[in-house]
């Protein structure tokens, strides 16, 4: 489990699976392997599982803790939630001790004060709900749940997030809308100030109304760029798009703006998907970013 201290703020990360995930070649549909040669780290065993040829893939709550507030940022794939289709097969059925992880961090799922999604796919909502008598309950009763008005708006329209990526609509449905029915949600705009010091931004592409979290706390900061970037190795690639990214153009954008924030401010990069230790700093150079693991910031392991 690992802590990080960003002001007066702990961030921990809850573990729902640490696994091989998808081939680079499928997931990034500009890839070139000559990309191992650009930083010795992005061939790491942390981020490269060699024996499959792919990428490490960690599915993760960033949680902030702080006073009296419990805050869930994303919250994974879920149990019992049935995802046949091929490419999400990964995430079908599953039955992880991701709650037992939460509580080995001290909290119990009625602690949570709020939960946070940078968007609504189908790895960032899971545990938005669980399965009681068969109904999909949500998972922090006592929780708000903070959703992008953009980003709910897309899933909801006609035209929207349905024609895209049509699996992701049952995830709509089994992980979303019971939480809007049991009236837990606050839908923010961008540049909301959710509370002092953390704040949400519209950071779209990925999805039409992708956000990410920035959090500043004494002199540090932190961002919590959802799947403005899912590996390490498009900090060094900008232009590489995930294949499940809507607008290539906004997408891109998104991204570089992400890593200036990070290396202008020096704020801790918190993705949701980096192998260990799942953060780090950015560096930019002449002629693009490079990445530094924040392997000396975790304060427990
Ligand atoms: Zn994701």
């Given at each position: 489990m690992s802590t990080f201290k960003v002001g007066s703020h702990f961030v921990t990360r809850i573990e729902e699976m640490l696994t091989p995930g998808f081939l680079p070649e499928f997931l990034f549909?500009?890839?070139?392997?000559?990309?191992?040669?650009?930083?010795k780290l992005l061939a790491a065993p942390r981020f490269w599982h060699a024996e499959s040829g792919k990428v490490m893939s960690s599915m993760h709550s960033w949680m902030i803790r702080k006073d009296r507030h419990v805050i869930l940022i994303d919250t994974g794939c879920?149990?019992?939630?049935?995802?046949?289709l091929p490419i999400f097969q990964r995430f079908h059925q599953l039955h992880l001790p991701y709650l037992d992880n939460l509580l080995a961090a001290g909290v119990k799922p009625e602690d949570v004060t709020m939960v946070i999604c940078t968007h609504l796919h189908v790895d960032h909502v899971g545990w938005n709900t669980r399965l009681v008598n068969g109904q999909w309950v949500p998972?922090?009763?006592?929780a708000r749940y903070i959703f992008s008005r953009r980003e709910f708006e897309h899933w909801q329209s006609p035209t929207g997030g349905g024609i895209t990526l049509p699996e992701n609509m049952a995830v709509i449905a089994d992980s979303v809308l019971p939480i809007v029915a049991a009236g837990l949600v606050d839908f923010v705009d961008d540049g909301a100030q959710i509370l002092p010091g953390l704040y949400f931004e519209d950071a779209p592409g990925h999805t039409a109304g992708h956000g990410m979290i920035k959090l500043e706390s004494d002199r540090d900061a932190a961002v919590f760029p959802g799947d403005s970037?899912?590996?390490?190795m498009q900090v060094y690639m900008t232009d590489w798009n995930s294949r499940f990214c809507e607008s290539a153009d906004q997408a891109r954008t998104t991204r570089r703006a992400v890593l200036d924030y990070c290396s202008d401010r020096k704020a801790l990069l918190l993705p949701?998907?980096?192998?260990?230790?799942h953060g780090g700093y950015i560096t930019r150079h002449a002629t693009g970013y490079g990445f530094k693991p924040a392997d000396d910031l975790v304060v427990s392991g």
């Open positions: 549909p500009d890839f070139d392997k000559r990309v191992f040669l650009q930083a879920g149990n019992d939630k049935s995802r046949a998972t922090f009763p006592n970037l899912h590996q390490p949701a998907h980096f192998g260990a230790p």
